[in-house]
């Protein structure tokens, strides 16, 4: 029966991915409350060892030698305990195997709801930590369908599992279909009582950002770097860009040799925008390359507790500095932290400026 036991252990080891040494000690726990709800005694009075290496699987009841009985459960007499352990004294303790057969049916039960469980949260103890190395990553998936009335999308993970794409974290204007290969950013892993579920989106920021560290060699390997990423999904994206290398213009390497780099992701994205900038660590400077394509005269920082500044544009230029319904300048703003005021040289008619 032990030789059983250890190859049922082995097998659940290969088959589960579960640490043979997890799986013992909670089954080590479960046989210790069943035979504490089938003897009536406690903790200290059960001994469970079980030794895969060498084939032991021992279950006893410890008990007490005493020169008088007063729990059979518990204690024993010295005359009892002697025909156990020649040694024995009063004052010792002495085991009492227990064997398998003489578990009730309850206690039987017991164990193996306990054993149930504890593999359930190894087997979910696992995912998570499965599904935590993909956190901030992305992972290719398959839509394996759409409600249509919530347009909640169910995908198949290319790292195994199921997870659900909610109609905020898809992309306006794109549409899946049941088959669809799409790629999605992993924003967080939660654990659950049904197992650990993975949160992931089409719309974050990092989502770009990560496709351009795989797109793009210098980013990957840490010439170029990524300070900062603004988007809105399905429109446009800006991301600032800096290199350590002086000899490897940033913006270039990001948009590759006859824009090839960025067009591949563009693809990806479904056909969205995207504006790669200079990161400045001068404030000013940063804000003038931002609102980029427009031209700036002058930036202006603002004092005050909030991050404020005062852009002057060429008259032709601010219909393009504000951007279509004002994108340009909210992508801008949120790329450089700073509330963004944007003015025309010749000033507001029938304005005064300060």
């Known amino acids: ?161 199921i997870a659900t794409l909610p109609k905020s974290e898809q992309v306006m204007g794109e549409t899946l279909h049941d088959g669809d290969h799409v790629k999605v950013y992993v924003v967080d892993v939660l654990p659950g009582d049904r197992g650990p579920k993975m949160m992931i989106s089409r719309t974050h920021p990092f989502l770009v950002k990560r496709l351009f560290e795989m797109e793009v060699p210098e980013i990957f390997d840490g010439t170029v770097e990524v300070k900062a990423i603004s988007r809105e999904a399905g429109a446009r994206t800006k991301m600032a860009v800096w290199s350590k290398d002086d000899n490897v213009d940033a913006v270039g390497a990001c948009i590759g040799p006859k824009g090839q780099r960025v067009a591949n992701i563009v693809e990806e994205l479904g056909g969205e925008k995207i504006d790669i900038v200079h990161y400045k660590e001068d404030p000013a400077e940063f804000i003038s390359e931002a609102l980029s394509p427009a031209k700036v005269v002058k930036v202006e920082l603002l004092e005050g507790e909030t991050k404020s500044c005062r852009v002057t544009v060429p008259d032709n230029q601010l219909s393009l500095a504000i951007g279509n319904k004002g994108q340009n300048a909210r992508l801008t703003a949120r790329l450089t932290g700073y509330n963004i005021d944007i003015r025309p040289e010749s000033g507001y008619y029938g304005e005064e400026t300060n």
């Open 1 to 161: 029966m032990n030789a059983e036991f250890f190859e049922a252990l082995t097998m659940l080891e290969k088959e589960k991915g579960l640490p043979a040494d997890y799986l013992l000690e909670k089954i080590q726990n479960a046989i210790v409350i069943a035979v504490k709800k089938d003897y009536d005694v406690n903790d200290d009075n059960v001994s469970v060892v079980i030794e895969p290496e060498t084939g032991k699987f021992n279950v006893s009841v410890v008990k007490e030698v005493v020169e008088e009985v007063t729990n059979p459960n518990t204690q024993v007499t010295l005359e009892e305990a002697q025909t156990k352990r020649k040694t024995a004294k009063i004052g010792s303790t002495v085991l009492f195997p227990v064997k398998t057969k003489d578990f009730g049916r309850i206690a039987a039960q017991t164990a193996k709801h306990v054993i149930r469980q504890g593999l359930k949260e190894a087997e979910r103890s696992r995912m998570y930590a499965d599904m935590q190395s993909k956190e901030h990553e992305i992972i290719s998936a398959t839509v394996s369908s759409i409600d249509e009335r919530k347009g909640i999308a169910t995908l198949e993970l290319s790292s195994g599992g």
